[in-house]
């Protein structure tokens, strides 16, 4: 797979403080956290566990997890497709993009030979069908209620029950395996939220009265921050009982993204200016700290100098990004130690889901370098 260039390769964010002494923002990747994160999930979860590779595409971190026991992916564009089937040839992709371009339709079908494909609305069955036959599984994506998620995917994507069934029975009649999948919302705080999904997931089997390949139950599984979430164990004994009980002898599948990745990666930034309380650093909302803008999710924070973590009294302060646009400020106030200063550094924890995958490259700035760390974060212990 990926050949590690040693130059890249630290034992920790001290080390490369010490020898790169950035005045660039730094993506960090941790291997053997995100090793031990797949592993985890992947002997916790009742059944097959997918990586959702749109939360963090990079091949350190697909090497991790591969390592860890992941071989199915959760792909929704050519280019991620291209990318596992080139990383790991043996792996299995599902297409679990409710809305795919003819074009993608027909490399991931012809090309890739994939046969996993969700679709939540009749034309893109049609569609589907005209281009990648019958001989395929048809996951119809349900909408679920939105719960307790920060981010709630069913208001984009997935059928109605009564679609849903309609959607089913007609896949089965021109030819096709079913199965059926869902999403509960990204960073989703309540197990029970599977629950309710599985219970609507048992409604629609009942009612299409086709044999189903198998249930899909999504993400949603939460990283830690500094929220307080119940431990993964909670949400995998809630889809267990509810597979249990509501009769689904059928194979689980699950598409975890942020539950992978969060913890296995940080973002290393310097304090370029210090205005008072503000502190303008070079890694904002157009790079890698999108997801922290709205004040939704709180990642640990630390400060670190030239000689190791600072302490000392805490304040709060206000975090500008690098480009010119008066929007890339970070919403949360963070507290850090009084005695920062220009020249220092500010290390994000569990930076590893929707960052790095996500950044623009806007107004020149990107986060170009990525190193990995050997060895388990010692700073933030989880
Ligand atoms: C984004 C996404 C995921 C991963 O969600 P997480 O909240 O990161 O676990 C899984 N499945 C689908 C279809 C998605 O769009």
């Not at 985890?40 to 090497?63: D, I, Q, R, S």
């Not at 795919?100 to 996993?116: E, P």
């Not at 307790?148 to 997935?158: E, P």
Request: glycine share 10%; aromatic share 10%.
């Amino acid at each position: 797979m990926t050949a590690l260039d040693p130059e890249f390769r630290f034992s920790s964010i001290g080390e490369v403080i010490e020898r790169l002494e950035p005045s660039y923002p730094v993506f960090c990747i941790f291997p053997d956290v995100l090793r031990t994160r797949a592993k985890a999930f992947v002997e916790g979860f009742p059944g097959t566990v997918l990586y959702a590779v749109k939360c963090n595409p990079h091949p350190y971190v697909l090497e991790a997890l591969a390592e860890g026991g992941i071989s199915h992916f959760d792909t929704a564009s050519i280019t991620e497709i291209a990318k596992i089937a080139e990383l790991m040839p043996e792996a299995h992709s599902y297409f679990n993009h409710p809305v795919k371009g003819r074009g993608a339709l027909d490399a991931a079908a012809k090309v890739y030979g994939l046969k996993d494909y969700v679709v939540d609305h009749a034309d893109e069955l049609d569609k589907l069908i005209s281009i990648a036959g019958t001989d395929i599984t048809v996951e119809v994506r349900i909408a679920t209620p939105k719960g307790k998620a920060v981010y709630d995917l069913s208001a984009k994507f997935g059928a109605t029950p009564d679609d849903a069934v309609d959607l089913l029975k007609e896949a089965k009649r021109r030819g096709c395996r079913t199965a059926l999948a869902f999403h509960v919302g990204s960073q989703c705080t309540d197990p029970s939220a599977f629950r309710v999904a599985m219970e609507l997931s048992a409604k629609v089997r009942d009612r299409a009265g086709v044999p189903l390949e198998y249930l899909d139950v999504g993400g949603g599984f939460p990283a830690i921050y500094k929220m307080n979430v119940p431990p993964l164990s909670d949400y995998f004994d809630v889809i267990t009982r509810a597979r249990d009980e509501l009769g689904f002898d059928i194979p689980l599948l699950a598409e975890p993204g942020r539950a992978l990745v969060a913890d296995g990666c940080s973002v290393l930034t310097q304090v370029h200016l210090r205005k008072g309380d503000d502190l303008y650093i070079n890694d904002g909302i157009y790079g890698c700290l999108s997801e922290i803008r709205d004040g939704d999710l709180d990642p640990p924070v630390r400060a670190v100098s030239l000689s190791g973590s600072l302490g000392g009294a805490t304040q709060p302060f206000r975090i500008f990004g690098p480009t010119c646009d008066s929007l890339d400020v970070l919403k949360l106030p963070f507290h850090l130690p009084e005695v920062i200063a220009e020249g220092d550094w500010i290390e994000f924890g569990q930076m590893g889901a929707y960052s790095i995958g996500m950044q623009t490259g806007f107004n020149g700035f990107i986060t170009d370098t990525i190193v990995r760390i050997d060895g388990m974060h010692e700073e933030f212990v989880y």
